[in-house]
């Protein structure tokens, strides 16, 4: 019958732009030792993705599919977990090690293959073993698809990279969290609180390398804001401004304003901001 053929045919079309509509990125996560300095320290072997420190900042849109193939070239069994990914019959994708999967032995790799679908705004990754997701942690950034914008009124002009604050040991976070399980005591408290690895330069030898974010006075610019640190509740404030906080754990929130965000360790929150106040630094 022609007319039931043309609804198949519109059919498999529906079918097939949907299928062009989400898209599949691949990407290949080596975990490495990677040799950096921080706090005066000539150098310091740390556990790192592709070399990076934070890792490379994963972005999709929604619905996109993603594959990480993650070969660990490292000396210490590793996983990666997706903080945040609902992990819609993907479970296997999830990385808790011995809950999930065993973890990956040096050598050896692991597919992670999982599809962001129902969840836009701000998310990361790190490893799961130990604690070396000190050092091994991404940002993972999910856009509303292609054709659609954010939900808010004010769209920003501008989108900075994000913002990862976390910790750093001048020690082999391995070690510190080590000997705190032989010997009972709780586990050193870290040596510096950083930015996007970087400790702030208010810190010995590291006003250098300061993590920097250019701004243009009085364009709307929208931040995102990840607690990386391992178990530290961490305040943020912008000197002079107030942000709007439109999203928070790849959720919109009800827009607010404020001049200081609590993120617990793991949380994320997304702001708007417009710089439009001296003295120019903040
Ligand atoms: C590394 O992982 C394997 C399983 O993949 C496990 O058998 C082994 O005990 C682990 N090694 C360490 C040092 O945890
Ligand atoms: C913990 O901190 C103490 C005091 O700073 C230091 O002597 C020790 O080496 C550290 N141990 C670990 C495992 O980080
Ligand atoms: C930030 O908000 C507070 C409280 O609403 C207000 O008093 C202050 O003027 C605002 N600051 C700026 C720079 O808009
Ligand atoms: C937040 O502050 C901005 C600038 O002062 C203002 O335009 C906006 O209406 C405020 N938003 C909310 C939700 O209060
Ligand atoms: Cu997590």
Same mark, same amino acid.
């Given at each position: ?8 045919? +519109?059919?498999?079309?529906? =079918?097939? %732009?949907?299928?062009?509509? @989400?898209?599949? /990125? ?9 040799? !950096? ?14 070399? /990076?420190?934070?890792?490379?900042? *994963? ?6 599919? !993603?594959?990480?193939?993650? #070969? ?6 590793? $996983? *990666?977990? %997706? ?15 011995? !809950? ?7 050598? /050896? ?7 962001? @679908? ?22 993972? +950034? ?12 004010? /769209? ?26 032989? $010997? ?7 040596? @510096? ?8 330069? *208010? ?8 993590? !920097? ?9 929208? =931040?995102?804001? #990840?607690?990386?640190? *391992?178990?530290?509740? +961490? ?24 001049? +200081?965000?609590? =993120?617990?360790?793991?949380? $994320? ?14």
């Amino acid at each position: 019958m022609p007319s039931s053929g043309c609804a198949c045919w +519109l059919l498999s079309l529906a =079918l097939l %732009w949907s299928l062009a509509a @989400a898209k599949e /990125q691949y990407h290949e996560f080596v975990i490495r030792e990677t040799t !950096v300095k921080r706090l005066c320290k000539t150098s310091q072997t740390v556990m790192t993705v592709n070399g /990076q420190f934070p890792g490379p900042t *994963l972005e999709m849109e929604e619905g996109d599919s !993603v594959v990480v193939n993650l #070969i660990n070239r490292g000396s210490y069994n590793v $996983t *990666l977990h %997706w903080h945040g990914v609902r992990q819609m019959r993907t479970g296997w994708s999830d990385g808790p090690e011995y !809950v999930t999967q065993c973890p990956v032995r040096p050598g /050896q790799s692991y597919r992670y293959r999982f599809t962001v @679908a129902g969840q836009e705004g701000t998310l990361w990754w790190h490893a799961h073993s130990s604690w070396l997701r000190a050092t091994v942690y991404g940002a993972l +950034l999910i856009r509303p698809r292609h054709g659609s914008s954010y939900p808010f009124d004010a /769209q920003p002009t501008r989108e900075l990279d994000p913002i990862l604050l976390g910790e750093w040991w001048d020690m082999n976070p391995v070690d510190v969290v080590r000997a705190a399980t032989r $010997t009972g005591a709780a586990p050193n408290i870290s040596d @510096a609180l950083t930015v996007n690895g970087q400790p702030g330069d *208010l810190y010995k030898c590291s006003s250098q390398d300061t993590a !920097v974010f250019p701004v243009k006075s009085g364009e709307t610019n929208l =931040l995102r804001f #990840i607690n990386a640190a *391992l178990n530290t509740e +961490l305040f943020v404030s912008l000197a002079g401004h107030n942000m709007t906080v439109v999203g928070a754990d790849a959720s919109y929130t009800k827009p607010y304003n404020t001049s +200081l965000l609590l =993120l617990a360790p793991g949380q $994320t929150t997304d702001v708007l901001v417009t710089f439009d106040q001296p003295p120019g630094r903040y």
